[in-house]
């Protein structure tokens, strides 16, 4: 069955430091999500993506932010200049489509996160 | 302010005691309720979409409801196996429909 990957499973960082947290969506899906879970806190939308631009984010998503898909598989949140409050489990998803009232097509299938430390 | 409540935070269960999780919403337009089942260091796997009042998908042990204000997860003859973390998130109507609001979660644990 498709999923969706991650890597690396854990990114220890230095604060200050910029990060690359990588993603491969499921093959066929055209919508790609960042979201991140702050440690006992709920799963919180970061950004959204469509042909290749930004279709939403929330006001977490700042100028410390930026996401790309650099290629026809991989997807890429950046974090530049990390904080200690950046510490967090990010979650990559992806769907076939943003809302269709068909839950085969527009069903947000996660990966299974990146756990980012900033020391 | 859109809001997912989830109720109860934690629920101790023995096998085979069934019981339900709820999930109670305050939205300007649903265009989507989803139920999630999450293991601790694991990413959200999903479970259910339900659409509309009414509602009603089933699999294995768990069966979702929908009314307009709420969600239900069932869970019938729970094995240690169904312990996990459920969350129920809402996706909009206006505006941001391509995001998923979440709520806290409940922490299911079954003991044989």
């Known amino acids: 069955e498709p999923e969706v990957t991650q890597t690396p499973s854990h990114q220890v960082t230095q604060m200050g430091q910029e990060v690359i947290l990588r993603c491969v969506p499921i093959s066929n899906h055209l919508y790609f999500y960042w979201y991140r879970q702050i440690l006992g806190q709920k799963v919180e939308f970061l950004v959204s993506f469509y042909n290749n631009e930004i279709s939403e984010k929330s006001e977490i998503f700042d100028d410390q932010f930026s996401v790309e898909r650099p290629d026809g598989s991989n997807f890429t949140l950046k974090i530049r200049s990390t904080k200690l409050e950046d510490s967090a489990m990010y979650f990559c998803?992806?769907?076939?489509?943003?809302?269709?009232?068909?839950?085969?097509?527009?069903?947000?299938?996660f990966g299974p996160g990146t756990r980012l430390t900033v020391l | 302010e859109d809001q997912v409540t989830q109720s109860p935070e934690a629920l101790r269960l023995q096998e085979g005691e069934s019981s339900s999780l709820n999930c109670s919403y305050t939205?300007?337009?649903?265009?989507?309720l989803f139920w999630y089942r999450q293991d601790p260091g694991k990413g959200p796997e999903f479970l259910f979409t339900l659409y509309s009042a009414g509602e009603e998908k089933e699999k294995e042990r768990l069966k979702a409801t929908l009314t307009k204000k709420e969600s239900f997860l069932h869970i019938t003859a729970p094995k240690p196996e169904d312990s996990a973390t459920y969350l129920c998130?809402?996706?909009?109507?206006?505006?941001?429909?391509?995001?998923?609001?979440f709520g806290a979660g409940t922490r299911l644990a079954v003991h044989p």
């Open positions: 998803a992806s769907s076939t489509k943003a809302t269709s009232g068909d839950s085969s097509t527009d069903t947000q299938y």
């Open positions: 998130a809402v996706r909009l109507f206006s505006g941001g429909y391509n995001k998923l609001i």
């Open positions: 939205v300007s337009g649903l265009r989507g």
